[in-house]
Nanobody, 124 residues
Framework: QLQLVESGGGLVQPGGSLRLSCLAS????????IGWFRQAPGKEREGVSC????????YYGGSVKGRFTISRDNAKNTVHLQMNSLLPEDTAIYYC?????????????????WGQGTQVTVSS
């Protein structure tokens, strides 16, 4: 059974860091593109970053570049999102998702398997 489970969210002060993890089961994570998305209250879901099966990495939106880093541990079937220098505007539910192909897209509608999400709150 295909499953994605996010973890690592929480409450952090501005300027702090969090490391999100997306544990995959039921399939070989390294064969597919895995993306991180986020959705803040009252806002559209937006792409954060994605890693393709070849290791190609894309960051969506200028606000996270230089602060967030996506990585993949194929041995543990896990994708991580390291988030540094967090800002209040990073507050959202963060989701990982899998495409049925091995390359990334910024469009969340092209991802067909989703985790349940993990809440990230950046506040003093």
């Amino acid at each position: 059974q295909l499953q994605l489970v996010e973890s690592g969210g929480g409450l952090v002060q501005p300027g702090g860091s969090l490391r999100l993890s997306c544990l995959a089961s039921g399939f070989t994570l390294g064969s597919y593109a895995i993306g991180w998305f986020r959705q803040a209250p009252g806002k559209e879901r937006e792409g954060v970053s994605c890693i393709g099966s070849s290791g190609t990495i894309t960051y969506y939106g200028g606000s996270v570049k230089g602060r967030f880093t996506i990585s993949r541990d194929n041995a543990k079937n896990t994708v991580h999102l390291q988030m540094n220098s967090l800002l209040p505007e990073d507050t959202a539910i963060y989701y990982c998702a899998r495409r049925s192909v091995n390359y990334c897209s910024a469009s969340w509608s092209l991802y067909n398997s989703w985790g349940q999400g993990t809440q990230v709150t950046v506040s003093s």
